[in-house]
């Protein structure tokens, strides 16, 4: 199953499988998620619906001519190891992986079963292709931030903010491994903005409500799956 099979079968784009592989009644084909975050997560229960909703405008109609086999990390990074292995050992003609340490662990098990991700930030400067055009192996997707995008985002803190002088970079390291990719951007973009950085990785909501307390800095959260879903922190410092 080439790129363009695997995209269309994900029904993520314009283009249809080709007509012979869409009719086939038998065997129905199969699809495996594996996604970062928990079975519950509201977020990530809209996802799965408009999956299932755009498979089917293409003709792929779950417990019809398609089977989807769902797994959910919860943001724990041994679980996700754990599901991994259960979705490759079940011989998918497709999997999905949604977030980084996804697709970390399905292609750590597959070279052969193509890989769509989705939700990952800067898959080329993580080397999970060799480009977004041409990705090349059996991993291809669809990236939701690019490495520079980051300076940006403490540009505009600053702007919000000018008072601002020292901002702390939250990210939890099991669920976000590209935050250093973030990091070094963000520290570029500090100096010339004159504004001190501190990493702060953490891994849970009390963690991050701790540092939302402080009044020395601001905040700003490194795109991973532990900010979904959080509390707004209380009023107090520079946020």
């Avoid at 619906?49 to 769902?70: M, P, Q, S």
């Amino acid at each position: 199953m080439n790129r363009r099979e695997c995209l269309a079968l994900l029904g993520m784009t314009a283009m249809l499988p080709a007509p012979a592989l869409a009719q086939q009644p038998n065997p129905p084909r199969r699809l495996g998620v594996l996604s970062v975050t928990a079975a519950d997560d509201a977020i990530g229960q809209t996802r799965s619906a408009v999956l299932v909703e755009a498979l089917a405008g293409h003709g792929w109609k779950e417990r019809g001519n398609l089977g989807i086999d769902w797994r959910s990390g919860g943001g724990d990074r041994a679980r996700i190891a754990r599901l991994a292995d259960e979705l490759v050992a079940l011989k998918p003609d497709i999997l999905l992986a949604v977030g980084t340490p996804s697709v970390e662990e399905l292609r750590q098990r597959t070279t052969t079963i193509p890989i769509v991700f989705a939700v990952v930030t800067d898959p080329v400067s993580q080397g999970f292709v060799k480009n977004l055009a041409h990705p090349g192996g059996n991993v291809t997707g669809f990236t939701d931030y690019d490495g520079p995008l980051a300076g940006k985002w403490l540009e505009m803190l600053t702007q919000v903010t000018p008072k601002v002088s020292r901002v702390f970079v939250v990210y939890n390291p099991a669920t976000a491994p590209f935050a250093p990719l973030m990091l070094r951007t963000i520290e570029d973009a500090a100096r010339t903005l004159h504004v001190t950085v501190e990493p702060a990785p953490v891994d849970d909501a009390a963690s991050i409500a701790a540092l939302a307390l402080r009044k020395d800095g601001g905040l700003l959260g490194a795109a991973g799956l532990l900010h979904h879903g959080q509390p707004r922190a209380p009023p107090g410092g520079d946020q």
